[in-house]
């Protein structure tokens, strides 16, 4: 594997991890003296949100795409996951979608390319054991549990 192949899985595993857990953390993490002069502005968020979750407002929704699934990294939603997959592989051009529970990543490229099944490592990375990927070129798939 050439250095260049290895240095963009590296930066797709690092930017998919990055954008899970941004988007995972809810905003909720302290950092230092700034939050300390907004503490009171936190605590406020939380009533608002907790008082949201229970009416069912706010951007709370209970459906499928944005419920978490416990065996996902990050408790990932559906909609994080697709989201986490497009930007790491911007570069290959990614658009995933759902497939029941199948992840399907389309990319530019071809099956034959040798680094063609890299790319299931940072789909099969944040979806749960009992979730599939397969990737998706113009000549062909690639069942990730195949490889």
């Known amino acids: 594997m050439s250095q260049k192949t290895t240095a963009v899985l590296i930066a797709a595993l690092a930017a998919a991890g990055l954008l899970?857990?941004?988007c995972s953390s809810g905003?909720?993490?302290?950092?230092?003296?700034?939050?300390?002069?907004?503490a009171g502005d936190a605590t406020v968020a939380e009533q608002t949100d907790e008082s949201d979750a229970g009416a069912g407002a706010g951007g709370t929704d209970s459906g499928d795409a944005d419920s978490g699934n416990e065996g996902?990294?990050?408790d990932s939603t559906d909609d994080a996951v697709i989201t986490a997959i497009e930007s790491a592989l911007a570069d290959k051009n990614a658009k995933a979608h759902w497939d029941g529970s199948r992840l399907v990543v389309a990319l530019d490229g071809s099956v034959d390319d040798p680094t063609a099944p890299l790319w299931c490592t940072a789909a099969e990375g944040i979806i749960s054991d009992s979730e599939q990927a397969t990737l998706v070129y113009?000549?062909?798939?690639?069942?990730?549990e195949d490889r």
């Open 20 to 22: 899970l857990s941004a």
């Open 27 to 38: 905003g909720t993490e302290s950092g230092g003296a700034a939050d300390s002069e907004n």
């Open 72 to 74: 996902r990294a990050f």
């Open 138 to 144: 113009s000549d062909g798939d690639i069942p990730c």
